[in-house]
């Protein structure tokens, strides 16, 4: 079963804006975290974001920031003030703590935003 | 400090020949994995490892097997590779299970 949902295939949005990817999971297990990664067009995979789920703030990094709402099962990425190079595709992924803590993560389908002048 | 390597970057196969794929990481971490990276569908864990001569499998192992005889070093092998195969493979590691995990830049397979 999917455990993470990304519901945007692709958005695009004007330099300047900000701008909301969606992220919804799925678990049972109480000890999770949720990350977001990007990855431009060059492929690698660039760390942005983390949020555990007993963090009683929502994260931020920089122009990130993550809007976490526990009850809802999701962790929306805000990116403000976007830039050119934010042009990438965005994934969220999922670690449940479960019995073995071997930090499986799960990822989405990626969103892929392209950024506007 | 290079963090993440993976060679070979590119690779071409015809059916049921095999290869390793090699993942290397300097940053002493325990923690190393193996995914693929298929168009729509995300990445998807094959193996991991928590460390020196220990592995398990992910999401999708079939057709995949893995060792990890040095702490810096993880292996992926095709022993007869078939076109569903066909993808990109990212290695990553972390220090811990909970810690973010840092990427190498990919692996393009291709299988004839």
């Known amino acids: 079963a999917q455990k993470i949902t990304q519901t945007q295939p692709g958005m695009f949005v004007q330099e300047k804006e900000a701008v909301t990817l969606d992220c919804t999971y799925d678990t049972s297990d109480p000890s999770y975290g949720l990350f977001w990664y990007k990855q431009p067009s060059s492929g690698e995979m660039i760390f942005l974001i983390y949020?555990?789920?007993?963090?009683?703030q929502n994260a931020t990094e920089g122009r990130y920031s993550l809007n976490f709402q526990k009850a809802r099962k999701s962790a929306n990425l805000v990116i403000s003030a976007s830039q050119l190079g934010d042009s990438a595709m965005y994934f969220c992924?999922?670690?449940?703590?479960?019995?073995?803590?071997?930090?499986?993560?799960?990822f989405g389908a990626g969103t892929q935003v392209v950024v506007t002048p | 400090n290079a963090g993440v390597t993976q060679t070979p970057k590119f690779r071409v196969l015809k059916t049921g020949q095999s290869m390793t794929l090699l993942c290397a990481q300097d940053m002493n971490h325990e923690y190393m994995y193996w995914y693929r990276q298929d168009p729509g569908m995300g990445l998807r864990l094959i193996h991991y490892s928590v460390g020196e001569g220990t592995t398990a499998k992910g999401e999708v192992p079939d057709g995949y097997n893995v060792s990890r005889l040095k702490k810096q070093n993880f292996l992926l092998g095709l022993e007869s590779a078939a076109p569903s195969q066909t993808s990109v493979y990212f290695c990553a590691s972390s220090y811990s299970p909970t810690a973010e995990q840092f990427f190498g830049p990919g692996t393009r397979l291709t299988v004839l």
């Open positions: 992924a999922m670690r449940e703590r479960e019995t073995d803590s071997w930090g499986k993560f799960q």
């Open positions: 949020q555990g789920s007993y963090d009683q």
